[in-house]
């Protein structure tokens, strides 16, 4: 069947669509006196992909600084991070942090 171009409810308008990027969140360690820098770098490098090198200026950041930046994402992805790095700490029975804030 032919459409029917003279009927104006078979007309779509085109409109302009803005669409707004997700609200990002950084994802924080938190250092503490008992968590090895070991376990940290292991944290780093697992979860947030990073090599031997960023995670050891990261961890050494977070040890001297009281708190370090993982990485910034999505909120969903963040939350599933934090909750994953925090469910690892837990498991190795370590005291280790993971926060996330808006950005």
Known sequence: MAA????????IEKGKTRLTPPPLYK???IND???PMDFVVKVLRHFFFMDEEMATRIMLKI???GAGICGTYPGD???TKVQQVNEFSK???HPLMC???KE
């Open 27 to 29: 994802v924080i360690l």
């Open 77 to 79: 992805i963040a939350a």
């Open 63 to 65: 040890h001297t600084e």
């Open 33 to 35: 006196d008992f968590t």
């Open 99 to 101: 926060v996330m804030e």
């Open 91 to 93: 498991q190795n029975q």
């Open 4 to 11: 029917d171009n003279r009927n104006p409810e078979n007309v």
